[in-house]
């Protein structure tokens, strides 16, 4: 049966599935580090602010449509077939998730509890680390999981250009005409996607302020 | 009123319809025309040109032709063949004896082809037409200055360096008996440092920017002129001939015998130089493999 092969493939090959489940994990860590670093900032900006707010939510709309394949092949003369042309690819795919929900997060936080907190004699600083920030979270961190999820399933394409993870085992099932060991590719990004959703939703409830 | 004794009727018309549909729809394909040759080809140039050569032709006899072009590496087209999703598609005589047949390699090319034609009626009911006397054997391509620099002529003097090199391939060639794990058995057993699986499309790109210090080229490729390649001699023999012919569905011949007359006039035609001439119009010039497929049967007086 097709699974049993897969998982005797896979039993057979420990270290080179432990190594692409690294790569792989490493491409969604690089991706997910500079799209938090980079969209949580904009994305606060973003929200009080019209101007910025049409400019950078707009561009971050229209390359979200271009498709990865694509910005990963147009990379290719510029970084090489390596981990820097994938790692590109795959922030940019999750720039916009994590840039709209906390422009989203920032704006429905209600009028009255800033003012409340001012009120209160809280400094701007203040108010933002102590109000506004714990109760935008949930929602950034909604749509953190959102561009995780999908930076997990998109880093199979690495492997069109040789750079690794586990779209290696989906590549060469195609190639091989081999759907075990397919199998062995898609299902093990699945299983890291299931984990994925588990933690950050566990954590997504964990935030979520005491009604 | 919409109630529930109107849904039901409705719902039933509208399945009734569909199927009544889908039958005429049916019907009306089979009826019709005659059914078109399918002619598939792997993921690489040779296969873009001669596999619209093939199309080419067979349309310039009459024959209706649906072109399934660039549909990936050996597997997948023995898979089509078989499971009656492709008529037709170019394939190598070494190929078919080491990848598909699993049988062991020789050097001799009439007996290759022999086998191959014997083997593949009896065991998958195809048909392998006339070959050309191109040889487009696999072969290990490092850039001249590269290898000057390390010494290395021969795969041998390239195995026994192994461990500090890099190979850049398709990832079919990692896996297949005539590819890497031949090459090892072959020639003691050695490790790369890194082997980097890549649709055949980037294997050069790898070698040019300096990312991979040896290629797994065809040697018949474009490239290996363009960009001024040295070829590692195969001192232990391992690489059979690889022939391009047509294998074909015994099944599309019995619907179409002048399948093969057409093709047949092809083979003789594609030599080593013409082969890598040709190649070299798409990879090098960037032109269609369309357009150089075309031209090359009009030059040939094949088709108008």
Request: proline share 6%; glycine share 8%.
């Amino acid at each position: 049966m097709v699974l049993v092969n897969a998982f005797q493939y896979a039993a057979a090959r420990p270290e080179e599935l432990l190594r692409a489940f690294e790569q792989h994990l490493l491409f969604v860590g690089v991706a997910l580090c500079i799209g938090i670093a980079l969209c949580v900032p904009l994305g606060m900006l973003t929200s009080r602010s019209q101007t910025a707010s049409l400019t950078i939510i707009n561009a971050a709309n229209a390359v979200r449509v271009i498709p990865s394949l694509a910005i990963l092949f147009l990379s290719i003369p510029y970084f090489g077939l390596s981990f820097a042309a994938a790692a590109l690819a795959l922030t940019v795919l999750a720039l916009p998730p994590i840039l709209i929900n906390t422009d989203a997060a920032f704006r429905t936080i209600p009028a009255e509890i800033k003012e409340a907190a001012y009120g209160m004699g809280m400094t701007s600083r203040q108010v933002l680390r102590r109000v506004e920030f714990p109760l935008a979270l949930p929602v950034i961190i909604a749509g953190i999981r959102t561009a995780t999820l999908e930076v997990i399933a998109s880093a199979t394409l690495a492997a069109f250009i040789g750079a690794g993870g586990l779209g290696v085992y989906i590549t060469r099932g195609f190639a091989l005409f081999d759907n075990s060991i397919l199998l062995v590719g898609a299902i093990s990004v699945a299983l890291l996607a299931l984990t994925a959703e588990l933690v950050l939703g566990g954590l997504e409830r964990l935030v979520r302020p005491p009604r | 009123m919409i109630n529930r004794k109107y849904i039901v009727r409705w719902t039933l018309s509208a399945a009734i319809g569909l199927t009544l549909l889908s039958v005429v729809v049916a019907c009306g394909g089979l009826g019709g025309q005659p059914k078109p040759i399918r002619v598939g080809s792997k993921d690489f140039t040779e296969e873009f040109i001669v596999g619209n050569m093939y199309a080419l032709l067979l349309e310039a006899n009459g024959i209706p032709v649906e072109r399934k072009l660039d549909l990936g590496g050996t597997p997948v087209l023995q898979q089509a063949l078989l499971s009656d999703q492709v008529d037709v598609y170019p394939e190598y005589t070494g190929t078919g004896l080491l990848t598909v047949l699993k049988l062991p390699s020789s050097t001799d090319r009439q007996q290759v082809y022999n086998t191959v034609k014997e083997e593949y009626k009896k065991q998958f009911n195809l048909v392998w037409l006339d070959p050309a006397p191109m040889n487009d054997t696999q072969a290990l391509a490092m850039k001249k200055d590269v290898a000057a620099k390390l010494g290395i002529k021969t795969i041998s003097d390239m195995a026994a360096q192994a461990s500090n090199l890099t190979m850049i391939g398709p990832p079919e060639f990692e896996q297949r008996e005539d590819g890497l794990p031949g090459i090892q058995k072959a020639y003691g057993n050695f490790q790369l440092k890194q082997y980097i699986p890549v649709d055949p499309g980037l294997r050069y790109q790898g070698l040019v920017n300096g990312q991979a210090d040896v290629v797994v080229a065809f040697s018949t490729d474009g490239e290996i002129a363009a960009y001024d390649l040295v070829v590692l001699q195969d001192d232990k023999g391992l690489f059979p001939p690889y022939q391009i012919a047509p294998v074909v569905r015994q099944q599309a011949l019995d619907a179409n015998p002048k399948i093969a007359e057409v093709l047949n006039k092809l083979a003789p035609l594609l030599d080593d130089a013409t082969m890598q001439r040709l190649n070299n119009e798409v990879s090098g010039k960037k032109r269609e493999p369309a357009d150089v497929a075309k031209e090359f049967l009009q030059q040939k007086g094949l088709i108008k």
